[in-house]
């Protein structure tokens, strides 16, 4: 392909997200230790189911998938999903210190659950966390109107709860239990 176009982007991006997070096995592929998965198998499994996606259109996709949802290893030779994955995988993180607070963007009706209940990870391996809060928002408004929940992230830290950040970014926990939330004041008054 020469050309680009966003929802082609948007397509192949999605197709990766299902096969490399949540249903690998869809296309007999196997993911390794760390989430990994050969280039050239993810390619030929594609083309055996009817899809055929070459070198250059799935570099073009990972370097330039707005969530940088996907990474190359160092030698380009195997790919895989940063984190979001839904079946058991081992992607190899390790816990770092987190900023003194972190953003989770969730909607309206979502809220007083969470704050009684605490962030569970539900069927992924952690909780998704941002250190901008602009990034919480756009997530948040995925699911209606959007509130910024603020997460004591140092506190939890220092209580003894990890923290893992993604290659692309993305803070990661493996919950966040009620102490350590807050509603971010701009947004306060919207659940009132």
Not at 49 to 64: C, I, N, P, Q, S
Request: with cysteine.
């Amino acid at each position: 392909m020469d050309i680009y176009t966003s929802d082609q982007v948007i397509k192949i991006s999605k197709m990766l997200s299902k096969h490399l997070r949540h249903k690998p096995q869809a296309l007999g592929l196997t993911l390794e230790p760390g989430g990994w998965v050969l280039v050239d198998t993810l390619l030929a499994a594609f083309e055996r189911k009817g899809f055929v996606l070459d070198w250059a259109t799935l570099e073009h996709v990972v370097e330039h998938n707005d969530k940088q949802r996907f990474s190359f290893d160092p030698s380009h030779s195997k790919i895989r999903a940063n984190q979001g994955h839904s079946v058991p995988v081992d992607l190899q993180l390790e816990p770092v210190e987190p900023p003194e607070v972190l953003y989770h963007g969730t909607a309206t009706d979502r809220v007083q659950s969470i704050l009684s209940s605490g962030l569970e990870r539900m069927s992924r391996h952690h909780v998704h966390l941002s250190s901008e809060i602009h990034t919480a928002n756009a997530v948040g408004s995925r699911y209606g109107k959007p509130v910024i929940l603020v997460v004591a992230a140092q506190n939890m830290h220092q209580a003894g709860y990890l923290f893992y950040c993604s290659s692309n970014g993305v803070w990661l926990s493996d919950g966040v239990p009620p102490l350590y939330l807050s509603v971010l004041s701009v947004f306060r008054d919207a659940l009132e």
